[in-house]
């Protein structure tokens, strides 16, 4: 089977791990400091805060951002069920705007409309969690100066674009954004076998991020409400949890993020040939604005004029010939757990259309060119 994605692993990822294993630390030492400032250098961001995985990172963002039992979160149906779900786990409701059919991403004329109308209805979001779904980043100028005049705060689900760049700014500067996310989960970009990280510039943000990673506790001085001379003192503020990255997990993001450039460019030269050489008359390649330099985390064809049945069948048979292809993603609001909150069929068209009629086919760094041919091949002459 070739994979829609999979980690690439050097031997300097293999060197600096062992080291870890024969150090003093394999937790709360040196190196997730070390990985954070890195992460932080690249992604031009004040602060970093790695974490176990970036559905932690994203719980303690909603945590940190202050979204409260009550309050509303918006995000998208088309991604992982992790971009909403942090909404769930603080309390809050979550309802979703849709994508754009040719970018996949969040629709910001649809966002827009949905907000002047939540406005009338006293419903505003707290917070909006914005996808760059398979590495292209959203127009998050745009939804910046939506957030500023219907007062809500934005988190950049980034677990898909570290690497990305819009209009010439790294995806987690947070230039237009309050907080964002990143997974390194071998699928992604880098991996640290599990693991995430939340990146921003406000210091009072970071302060929370850190000390809702690791139970609520603060070992800083400055923070202390209780005074005391005793060297061994720390305190407990908040309901916090053990979200913290490993000395292993941070060892190999310092190794992987060496590689990061690399891992673009060679996911964007897989785009490139894909781009090349399909030329079958049922899909659709994926549109990349102007504006955007994609991580390509994947590469998603849409089957354009064809029923439900025609995408089903080609899925079926890219299996068969063991091409694990995928599709991002069952409308989270068609989630079974969703339905329960009262979401169905017909609410979010978009997605639920990009749903049943597009297909993840495999782009990492290490996939071979026999295997892209083999890929184009079986596309091009596929016949129902
Ligand atoms: C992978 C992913 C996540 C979750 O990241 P984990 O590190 O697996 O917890 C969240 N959102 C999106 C869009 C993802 O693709």
Redesign the pocket.
Known sequence: MIPYSTQTIFNSDIKGVNKVLKSKWLTQGPLVNKFENRLSKIVKSKYSVAVN??????HISCLALGLKPGDILWTVPN??V??ANCGLLVGGKVDFVDININSFNIDTNLLEKKLIQAKEKNKLPKVLVT?H?GGQPTEQDVIWRLSKKFKFKILE?A??ALGAFYKKEPVGSCKWSDIT?F???P??TITTC???AATTNNLELYNKLRIFSNHGITKKKQFFKIKTNNSWHYEQHELGLNYRMSEISASLGITQLQNLKRFVILRNKVAKLYYKKLKADFIQLPVISKYCISSF?LFVIKIIGQSEDYHRKFFNFLRKKKINVNVHYIPVHLQPYYRKLGFKENLFKNSEKHATSSISIPIFPSLKKKEMFKIIKLINNYSN
């Not at 995985?53 to 994203?58: E, F, N, R």
């Open positions: 995985s970036g559905t932690s990172a994203l991604t992982f992790a971009s996808v779904f689900d677990s898909h996310v997974s390194f989960h699928v992604k599990e693991g995430g985390h």
